[in-house]
């Protein structure tokens, strides 16, 4: 998922797709180029994409992070980006690629799921709206669009099961719009906000441990039936992980969680 700034959505390589817009695509293990889209990438990961595959990998969301990623901040941006570290070899493959496919398949990130359909949140700074935009884009070298299997987003989504990955990348995108302004006051990420801000929404086991056992709850009143679920749910914990940067760096009133009086 991408933020997209532009007047004129014409300008992005790519076809876009409308609702009802039909494109073909197929992925086999028969087409010449199966896997060829597994390599050398710059795979940003999204924070439902790691409790997704720490879950797989039965490991913690910090022994995913130190093993299976890098973690860059880019000049002028003031959150860090989480890419999936390339495996130490000559094609710089996925590290879940294998000569079978995909080791980690049913819980592969929501670029996966999507290819060859890029997602992007367009925000209209006028109406101060956000809404979904999709464009076809399949690299050159790849078959599968030429196989002659109609698809439009909607069935193209229902097909990978991605629905709730979306919902999932579209509520962070909305928070991570907000890091286009500088939160922590000249710290950078590297500081005690910024890892904390990092913490509850990458790091999710860590920050359930934080609430529960600090005086996070005798300062701050989370939604009851929340806090219950945070106890043994990780999506409910990045729930209130984002919902708490809102509140807490950048003062947006939120639902989930209040701070006590």
Excluded at 1 to 27: A, P, Q, V, W
Excluded at 136 to 143: E, S
Aim: hydrophobic share 40%; charged share 25%; with cysteine.
């Amino acid at each position: 998922m991408k933020f997209i700034e532009t007047n004129d959505l014409s300008d992005i390589r790519g076809r876009m797709l409308n609702g009802s817009d039909i494109f073909e695509f197929r992925c086999h293990p028969g087409v010449s180029c199966f896997n060829l889209c597994c390599r050398n990438l710059n795979f940003f990961l999204n924070p439902y994409d790691v409790i997704r595959l720490k879950q797989n990998l039965e490991i913690s969301a910090g022994e995913f992070i130190e093993k299976y990623t890098d973690i860059i901040v880019r000049p002028g941006n003031y959150f860090p980006d989480v890419l999936l570290r390339m495996a130490d070899n000559a094609e710089k493959t996925c590290p879940f690629l294998t000569e079978g496919g995909c080791r980690v398949y049913p819980d592969r990130p929501q670029t996966c799921r999507a290819f060859p359909v890029e997602h992007g949140l367009y925000y209209d700074a006028a109406k101060n709206q956000t809404s979904l935009v999709h464009f076809f884009r399949p690299p050159d070298f790849c078959q599968g669009r030429h196989e002659n299997t109609a698809r439009t987003i909607a069935s193209w989504e229902a097909d990978q099961e991605s629905a709730f990955y979306n919902q999932m990348t579209v509520r962070w995108a909305e928070v991570a719009r907000l890091f286009q302004a500088d939160p922590f006051e000249g710290e950078g990420p590297n500081g005690q906000k910024g890892k904390m801000a990092f913490m509850a929404v990458y790091n999710m086991d860590a920050f359930r441990d934080f609430v529960l056992n600090s005086s996070f709850l005798k300062r701050y009143k989370v939604k009851s039936q929340l806090r219950m679920k945070i106890k043994s749910d990780d999506v409910a914990v990045l729930k209130l992980g984002m919902a708490w940067i809102r509140m807490f760096l950048f003062g947006v009133k939120v639902s989930e969680i209040t701070l006590k009086r």
